[in-house]
């Protein structure tokens, strides 16, 4: 992350931040939590994913509305807002509608005066405020935009693996013939592989007695050293699969721009999404997941020294979240759900860390002030409670497997409550492998097909 500074200026407020941090990171170290509102309730929302995988983060920023602030990088003199007041909704808004719903037909908002476009134009740029989905561009904003150029066609290849952590280099090491690897992040490994450099890097020793944490670590760098090392596996990191463009051919995004490509095999191994359980306020700015962290940290070097951090939940992305605040120079607080007394090489790490260590607790209850967590009520089985301050709260359960892909490519899903996700219809739960309705031959593996970090690293040590 680079030492030098830029200023932007968040609704006419000036703020510095580090080149090369995101807008929502830079935001979030100046107070501004809260980046949006859902657009039903007025609720505030702060970043989420840091992926470009939700709507939290959506702001103004130069004169365009709808830009992802946790993927846009500041840069001087950038102008950045919110785009929804969140006032106008929530419950005023709301009693409103339930008077006067009937009045607004589904759709009415394309349907309505679209002709002549001047009409539509007045109506849209009145209407959009109201919903939070922003004004629309500024005109000079339209014309720095230019014309898109073509997507570039990469041609067809035999095996496509999507996401380079530890299931899908070991899918492309396994395939035959001509590989092609793309994965978001900068490096094979994932967003694990750049937190565990982080954590390790430190002069702390970290992971020093946590094995099960240095062994995932190995195991990475050992598949990223022989899929870099293997001239049948082309990789393309910084690559985003957007979506399928026909049914057997997918777009991508890269710094180029975009490409399309085709594939005989498609192996999905694109991990999960962070998902949170069940609790009052679970939506308050300031409560993320694991894979958020590692984000915002690895890539965004958000600056946490001093800040109360508190990591619930359970597993490798609990521990590694812990090791990563503690890194990050936070204060760090730990609570495991019952059932989950900790390792004893865990509880030796906390006490040698100073970390504050809770065990059997789950959380209660998130709590606000201003729109930013102000601190966290955990719930022991014995019906105690206990109220831990924090400004950044990470909760590790069981994550949400992604299945975006396979529903595009037209593959018939279905739920499989075991896996705690979506798995082709009929398939060998063993290895989730089927056909697409174009023919494209199809692989689910991973955390995508609702392993656990812990059971991956089972399955491929095996
Ligand atoms: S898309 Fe930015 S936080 Fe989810």
Redesign the pocket.
């Known amino acids: 992350m680079s030492d030098s500074t830029v200023t932007i200026f968040f609704e006419g407020r000036a703020v510095a931040a580090r080149a090369g941090t995101s807008v ?1 990171a830079a935001l979030w170290e100046h107070g501004v939590a809260a ?1 949006s509102h859902s657009p039903k309730y007025g609720r505030p929302r ?13 702001m103004r920023i130069d004169g365009v509305p709808n830009v ?4 846009t990088q500041v840069a001087d003199g950038m102008r950045v807002g919110r785009q929804d007041s969140g006032a106008p909704y929530g419950a005023p808004m709301q009693k409103v509608l339930d008077k006067g719903g009937h009045l607004f037909p589904v759709g009415f908002y394309y349907k309505w005066f679209t002709k002549p476009s001047a009409l539509s134009r007045m109506f849209m740029s009145g209407l959009r405020p109201l919903t939070g989905v922003g004004r629309l561009p500024e005109p000079a904003a339209w014309a720095d935009h230019g014309d898109t150029p073509p997507a570039r066609d990469l041609g067809h290849i035999e095996t496509l693996v999507i996401g380079a952590g530890i299931a899908g280099m070991g899918e492309a090491l396994a395939a035959d013939g001509e590989v092609m690897l793309v994965d978001d992040s900068l490096r094979c490994g994932g967003q694990r592989r750049a937190a565990f450099d982080l954590v390790t890097e430190s002069a702390a020793d970290v992971l020093n007695g946590l094995e099960h944490l240095a062994a995932l670590r190995a195991r990475l760098e050992n598949l990223a050293a022989r899929v870099e090392a293997e001239p049948r596996i082309e990789v393309r990191t910084g690559t985003t699969v957007v979506g399928a463009w026909q049914p057997d051919m997918l777009l991508l995004e890269d710094s180029e721009g975009l490409a399309v490509v085709r594939a005989r095999h498609i192996c999905w191994a694109a991990g999960a999404l962070d998902a949170a359980p069940l609790f009052d306020d679970n939506d308050r700015p300031g409560l993320i997941g694991p894979r ?1 962290l590692y984000r915002l940290l690895a890539r965004d070097g958000l600056d946490l020294a001093g800040r109360a951090t508190l990591v619930a939940g359970r597993g490798f992305d609990a521990v590694l979240s812990a090791a990563l605040l503690h890194t990050a120079g936070a204060k760090v607080t730990v609570a495991l759900e019952p059932g989950r007394t900790g390792d004893p090489a865990l509880l030796a790490t906390a006490n040698r860390l100073g970390w504050s260590l809770h065990t059997g607790q789950t959380i209660a209850a998130a709590h606000a002030q201003n729109d930013r967590l102000a601190s966290v009520s955990l719930a022991s089985t014995d019906g105690g409670t206990t109220e831990v301050p924090c400004d950044l709260a990470v909760i590790a359960t069981r994550a949400k497997p992604a299945y975006d892909l396979a529903y595009q490519l037209g593959v018939d899903l279905v739920l499989d409550p075991e896996r705690g996700g979506y798995v082709p219809r009929g398939a060998d739960l063993g290895r989730l492998e089927t056909t697409t309705p174009a023919g494209v031959g199809l692989i689910v593996a991973g955390e995508a097909a609702g392993l656990s970090p812990e059971a991956l690293l089972q399955e491929v040590s095996a």
């Open positions: 929502a980046l702060g970043v989420k994913c840091a992926r470009g995988h939700c709507m939290n983060c959506l992802r602030a946790c993927l958020a």
